[in-house]
């Protein structure tokens, strides 16, 4: 007998509004309510709003925090100044990537510093583990997992920032880009966050468990008149492919490695601290590793993951995500491929079910919002 998916703050309000519920990752989930299509269009055109309570949150305080965190993630946490936010990574000994997280340093009311680590829902138990592992005595820090405790909405699109203005005390177009700040909202204590996993500019909203169906009413209320819609994990996937983010467990599991991945730009590999730091120089210097590359295919069949890519005769690589875009109005993919065929331009077939299927290697993202 398995134990039941977990249940966000929010669950109620998905299952009483149509959402189609699936277990990810652990937790019961929308994957849509009507439409996976309608909801990409309306937060590329307006603003989607997406419950994202089942992505971990773990907090960091004590005065060696930066330096504990400096030992787990990628990036040189030291140098982190209040409010801001970094895209690091998780690597092992060997240089494997065992997450994607977001890592970001904030002050509180008492002009105190902690630090806040996002990492993804189906990764927090063993992240959760490995920190546990690896806690030094000599440190003065502690860390504690309030994932259950807080709720997190993304609000996503053209309209985000000013459909969560009026609820929020921070001013948002003020808070950069990768930045972020605790604040009241609607009331309560809370962390505004200008990040996202859409290719949209947003808002990521932390709240108290206990706050989170007022705050989601109150934003749909707000734009019901205005084409923002709820949206589940179906077009958040085609969101982020679109604007080629990567997926863990899919672009990024324990046998890949930053750089074949395109995420180079996420290890300092000046930082002594860093795990796995031996590896990842290899790595950074070794020209043969596969390449992460964008396809788009000749015709509307959709690249799903595990797709042989071929050049020629030879199988060249594996397709790891696909859709069809509905933005681009083109079936799109993301692969791993050798060196040489990884060139934008470069013309190949990709095998969707025992039918070969033209396809070009194109530059990421596949989708840029206009003004990046």
Same mark, same amino acid.
């Given at each position: 007998?398995?134990?039941? !998916?977990?249940?966000?703050?929010? &669950? ?50 004590? !005065? ?22 970094? *895209? ?9 990537? +065992? ?14 510093? *902690? ?131 990567? +997926? &863990? ?9 930053? &750089? ?28 043969? +590793? ?48 050798? !060196?040489?065929?990884?060139? !934008? ?21 596949? &989708? ?5």
């Amino acid at each position: 007998m398995t134990d039941a !998916p977990a249940r966000t703050p929010l &669950y109620d309000w998905h299952a009483a509004h149509g959402g189609r519920m699936v277990d990810f990752a652990g937790w019961s989930m929308p994957v849509q309510y009507a439409s996976i299509v309608a909801e990409h269009q309306a937060t590329r055109a307006a603003a989607g709003l997406f419950d994202v309570s089942h992505m971990g949150r773990l907090r960091f305080d004590g !005065p060696d925090a930066a330096a504990l965190l400096d030992r787990i993630v990628t990036r040189n946490v030291a140098k982190l100044q209040p409010g801001q936010v970094r *895209y690091a990574l998780v690597t092992d000994e060997r240089g494997a990537i +065992l997450d994607d997280v977001l890592v970001s340093r904030l002050s509180d009311a008492a002009d105190g510093s *902690y630090y806040l680590l996002v990492v993804n829902a189906g990764n927090r138990e063993k992240i959760v583990a490995w920190i546990e592992g690896r806690l030094p005595p000599e440190l003065d820090a502690t860390f504690q997992d309030v994932t259950a405790a807080w709720a997190m909405i993304a609000v996503q699109g053209p309209l985000a920032l000013s459909l969560a203005q009026p609820l929020v005390e921070a001013d948002l177009a003020g808070l950069k880009y990768y930045t972020a700040a605790e604040t009241r909202i609607q009331g309560h204590g809370g962390i505004v966050s200008r990040t996202g996993y859409t290719g949209e500019d947003g808002v990521e909203l932390i709240v108290g468990a206990e706050a989170a169906a007022r705050l989601w009413q109150s934003l749909l209320d707000a734009g019901h008149d205005r084409g923002v819609m709820a949206a589940g994990l179906g077009c958040r996937d085609t969101l982020r492919l679109e604007a080629a983010m990567p +997926l &863990y467990g899919h672009e990024l599991n324990e046998n890949v490695n930053p &750089y074949q991945a395109g995420l180079g730009f996420a290890v300092d590999l000046k930082k002594e601290s860093l795990t796995g730091r031996e590896a990842l120089l290899r790595f950074s210097q070794d020209p043969a +590793l596969p390449r992460r590359v964008g396809l788009e295919l000749a015709g509307k069949r959709i690249a799903r993951e595990g797709c042989a890519v071929l050049h020629g005769a030879a199988r060249v690589g594996e397709t790891t995500s696909g859709t069809f875009s509905p933005t681009l109005e083109k079936s799109i993919a993301m692969a791993y491929v050798a !060196p040489g065929a990884a060139p !934008p331009g470069t013309q190949l077939h990709v095998d969707v079910r025992g039918r070969s299927e033209p396809a070009t290697v194109v530059e990421l993202p596949f &989708y840029r919002r206009a003004g990046t």
